[in-house]
C-alpha cells in the first residue's frame, strides 16, 4: 500500500468536523435563548409603557400602573442578567432598554 499526502490523516481535520458538530447545537440552543430574551425584553417594554398609559386614564388606579412597572422592570433586569451570557449586542441592548423603559415608568408612577 502507497501512503499518499491525500491518504495521510494528520488528525487536524477529524478535529475540525467534531467541533462543527458540537458547535451546531450550542448555536441552536443560543439562538432560541436570544429569541427568548428578545420575546421577554418586548413583553417588558409593552408593560412599562401600558404602566405610563394607564397612569392617564381617568378611574384607574396609579397602584395598578406602578405594579405593571415594577413588574416590567424585574422582567426587564431578569433579560439583562439572561443576555450578558449571549453573543449578540443587539439582544443585550434591547434588554437593557426594556429596563429602563420601566425604570422612567416607575418614576413617572411616583411623581404622579
Do not use: W
Not at 397612569?55 to 400602573?65: K, N, Q
Not at 449571549?86 to 404622579?112: D, F, H, M, N, Q
Amino acid at each position: 500500500m502507497r501512503i499518499t499526502a491525500d491518504s495521510v490523516d494528520d488528525g487536524d481535520n477529524a478535529t475540525d468536523e467534531t467541533n462543527t458538530e458540537h458547535d451546531a447545537p450550542e448555536d441552536d440552543a443560543e439562538a432560541t435563548s436570544s429569541k427568548a430574551v428578545y420575546q421577554l425584553s418586548v413583553v417588558s417594554m409593552l408593560l412599562g409603557i401600558g404602566a405610563v398609559v394607564m397612569c392617564f386614564i381617568p378611574r384607574v388606579p396609579l397602584t395598578y400602573a406602578l405594579v405593571a412597572a415594577i413588574g416590567g422592570a424585574a422582567l426587564g433586569l431578569i433579560d439583562c442578567l439572561s443576555a450578558t451570557v449571549l453573543r449578540e449586542p443587539k439582544v443585550r441592548l434591547i434588554a437593557a432598554g426594556s429596563t429602563l423603559i420601566c425604570a422612567l415608568a416607575i418614576i413617572v408612577v411616583l411623581v404622579l
